[in-house]
Every structure is written in structure tokens, then in C-alpha cells.
């Protein structure tokens, strides 16, 4: 059984999430940060760092192949538990299965609310007074495993979609971190 507390960071651009959960650390270990784009603004962050990083472009790879891969360098690593940071790339059910119970998601929505992309905008259009994030276990559903943490964040008049993103990302930045922590340590 490894230990839940070696975590690997899954990307694949700026990478705001994960800066959060390596500088935010406590309870647990960023040993790696993974990504399906080499062009990941986030890896030139973690690179500076000191990080493990490692990338291989994902498109035109067949689904589970890819995630072989990259589950091997996971493994290699000695990971225990697999954070899921804006990846854009939903995993193969093969990948979901080998890492089961081990995958967390942030998704910039109060899911059930908004599963999905354009999360903001669909929030706007529905004239929701709150909006806010979650996270959660990833299973084959698409955003739709338990839910381990929310915090909300008021939507204000004049929000647009990048308004509201702002102020919602702000949020993702203290729950996943806090969130990750419990999950690894519970
Ligand atoms: C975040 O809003 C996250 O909730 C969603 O994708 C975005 C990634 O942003 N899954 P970043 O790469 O962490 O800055």
C-alpha cells in the first residue's frame, strides 16, 4: 500500500491549482508533477521549483495507451494519491479503475450544479446568486464522484465569467489544499 501522502499534480496549463497545492503543502508531498501538454505553462513553474515534472502530448495517442503511460511514471514514483489540476483529458475507465478511490478532481462549479465546461457562464445565465467549487473522488462519471469539499463565493452584479472566475479560483486555491490535506490524512 503506498502512501497517500506522496501526491502526484496532473495539468495541463497554468497550473494556478497546483502552485496552490505545492506552496500550501502540509500533511502531504507534491513528488511529481504530471502533464498531457509540454507547452503546460504550469511545468515551467514546477521545473523552477525543484519538481519532478514529466510531459508527453496526449493527442493523437489512443486513450489508454496514453494513460499507461503516464500511470507508469506515476507508479514509478512512488505516488499514493493523483490531484487532478484543470487536466483537461478525461481518463480512460482503465486508469480510473487502477487508481480507484485515489483520483481528486477541483471543479469550478457547486456540483452537482454545472458538471462540465464554461462552469462561469452557465452560472451568469442562470442568475445564481452563489457559485463556487468543488472536490471530489474522479470516477467514470464525469464530475459526478463524492464530494469531499465546497466553499462558495458570492456572484456580484456586473460579474462577467472572467470576474467570477477570478474570485471562484481564488476559493479553489484554499479548499483543494485543505481538502487534499484531510484526504490523505483521514
Ligand atoms: C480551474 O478552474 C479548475 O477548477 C478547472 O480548471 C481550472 C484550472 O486552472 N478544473 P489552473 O490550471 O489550476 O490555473
Redesign the pocket.
Given at each position: 500500500m503506498r502512501d497517500p501522502r506522496r501526491v502526484a499534480v496532473l495539468?495541463s496549463?497554468?497550473?494556478?491549482?497546483?502552485r496552490a497545492l505545492v506552496e500550501k503543502a502540509d500533511g502531504y508531498e507534491i513528488v511529481l508533477v504530471a502533464s498531457n501538454k509540454p507547452d503546460a505553462e504550469?511545468l515551467v513553474w514546477a521545473e523552477q521549483r525543484g519538481l519532478h515534472t514529466w510531459s508527453l502530448e496526449s493527442k493523437g495517442q489512443p486513450k489508454e495507451a496514453f494513460d499507461r503511460q503516464i500511470s507508469a511514471i506515476i507508479e514509478a514514483h512512488d505516488v499514493g494519491t493523483i490531484a487532478l489540476?484543470?487536466f483537461m483529458r478525461i481518463l480512460s475507465r482503465w486508469f480510473v479503475a487502477e487508481w480507484r478511490e485515489r483520483i481528486l478532481?477541483?471543479?469550478?462549479s457547486l456540483l452537482p450544479k454545472y458538471p462540465g465546461l464554461d462552469t462561469h457562464a452557465r452560472a451568469l445565465e442562470a442568475k445564481d446568486a452563489v457559485a463556487g467549487?468543488s472536490v471530489h473522488v474522479v470516477t467514470d462519471e464525469l464530475d459526478a464522484g463524492q464530494l469531499l469539499g465546497q466553499a462558495e463565493v458570492p456572484v456580484l452584479p456586473g460579474d462577467t465569467s472572467q470576474s467570477l472566475?477570478q474570485r471562484?479560483?481564488a476559493a479553489?486555491h484554499q479548499l483543494y489544499a485543505r481538502v487534499l490535506s484531510e484526504f490523505v490524512n483521514r
Open positions: 495539468i496549463g497554468r497550473g494556478s491549482n497546483m504550469g489540476a484543470g478532481n477541483i471543479h469550478p467549487c472566475e471562484v479560483l479553489e
